[in-house]
T-cell receptor, first 119, second 113 residues
Framework: GAVVSQHPSRVICKSGTSVKIECRSLDFQATTMFWYRQFPKQSLMLMATSNEGSKATYEQGVEKDKFLINHASLTLSTLTVTSAHPEDSSFYIC???????????????FGPGTRLTVL | GENVEQHPSTLSVQEGDSAVIKCTYSDSASNYFPWYKQELGKRPQLIIDIRSNVGEKKDQRIAVTLNKTAKHFSLHITETQPEDSAVYFCAAIPSGNTGKLIFGQGTTLQVKP
């Protein structure tokens, strides 16, 4: 099956620093990846849609200058949280859209998530 | 934009009983409705999905029904087991072919042995 990995799985950083999270599709090409944020006991909130070779599309209320997304290849998208603050502490999850062979199916495969703690 | 409402927020059942979780959506053009199970600190796992041209789908103890007219879909788990305890999320993909998922608020299911 399709596998998506994320790195790192857990990161603790000081307030004001930047953190980069990688999302990789290991056995398929993903022209579209998605970044979600999940606070404790809450649902997954879509932050942005990452498109290979073009600019990301951000959801309303998400600061594009704070959450930098780069989708440089068909298997890698990165999310950089710039000048992180304690309120950015959350569980960040990426997903990759499977379109090969069943393009109308829209199935997504999720990464294992990254737990970010900003001190 | 699409809005997905999920109920109940918590559900407690005895082992062996059935559990039903309901979701409604707002975008009548939405065409794909997956259900995910998420254990604490883990990624969401797809457990079943349904497309808009199908009214019902079943996979062993899990079934999903879709009522396009009423814009709601439901997850049914029969013969619940303690290992079914988790948070369940419904989702929908709205029109526009962006593929982005809009999630419901989640339901914490507790199956008591």
């Amino acid at each position: 099956g399709a596998v998506v990995s994320q790195h790192p799985s857990r990161v603790i950083c000081k307030s004001g620093t930047s953190v980069k999270i990688e999302c990789r599709s290991l056995d398929f090409q993903a022209t579209t990846m998605f970044w979600y944020r999940q606070f404790p006991k809450q649902s997954l909130m879509l932050m942005a849609t990452s498109n290979e070779g073009s600019k990301a599309t951000y959801e309303q209320g998400v600061e594009k200058d704070k959450f930098l997304i780069n989708h440089a290849s068909l298997t890698l998208s990165t999310l950089t949280v710039t000048s992180a603050h304690p309120e950015d502490s959350s569980f960040y999850i990426c997903s990759a859209r499977w379109t090969g062979g069943r393009s109308s199916y829209n199935e997504q495969f999720f990464g294992p998530g990254t737990r970010l703690t900003v001190l | 934009g699409e809005n997905v409402e999920q109920h109940p927020s918590t559900l407690s059942v005895q082992e062996g009983d059935s559990a039903v979780i309901k979701c409604t959506y707002s975008d009548s053009a939405s065409n794909y409705f997956p259900w995910y199970k998420q254990e604490l600190g883990k990624r969401p796992q797809l457990i079943i999905d349904i497309r808009s041209n199908v009214g019902e789908k079943k996979d062993q103890r899990i079934a999903v029904t879709l009522n396009k007219t009423a814009k709601h879909f439901s997850l049914h788990i029969t013969e619940t087991q303690p290992e079914d305890s988790a948070v369940y999320f419904c989702a929908a993909i709205p029109s526009g072919n962006t593929g982005k998922l809009i999630f419901g608020q989640g339901t914490t299911l507790q199956v008591k042995p």
